[in-house]
């Protein structure tokens, strides 16, 4: 019979220690790999790996953009936000998911120029 033991820390006495930042290069190979499982879905207009363990992915100014953040939120399980902006003269919506790539902070989103208002 085998047993297998699991790291407890109340037993063990010491908490694991962090994981180290992932080198640039791997968080463009993570990039890669999420534009690959993102295939089927529209491709994103711009593309920012960040050393801060992120990945941003920007969607044209266009408010067909909403229904790829929500095609891209519904592939890798997130959610849909929206804000309004104003930076005058214009009024614009921001859309965006946040979701967790294997373990890298990635954000999808558009400022999306708003319509004009109903009297």
């Given amino acids: 019979m085998t047993s297998i033991r699991t790291f407890d820390p109340a037993t063990a006495g010491t908490a694991l220690p962090e994981l180290p930042p992932l080198a640039i290069g791997a968080l463009v190979v ?10 089927s879905l529209p491709a994103p207009v711009y593309i920012t790996v960040s050393e801060t363990q992120a990945i941003s992915v920007q969607f044209a100014r266009h408010p067909a953009s909403t229904r790829v953040i929500t095609q891209w ?14 930076d005058e003269p214009d009024t614009w919506t921001w859309c965006r998911t946040d979701f967790d790539y294997y373990g890298i902070a990635v954000t999808a989103y558009a400022k999306i120029p708003a319509g004009p208002a109903a009297t």
Avoid: I, K, M, N
Wanted: no cysteine.
């Fill in 73 to 86: 939120a519904r592939r890798f399980g997130s959610v849909v936000t929206s804000y309004p902006d104003e």
């Fill in 30 to 39: 993570g990039a890669a790999e999420l534009l690959q499982q993102a295939a």
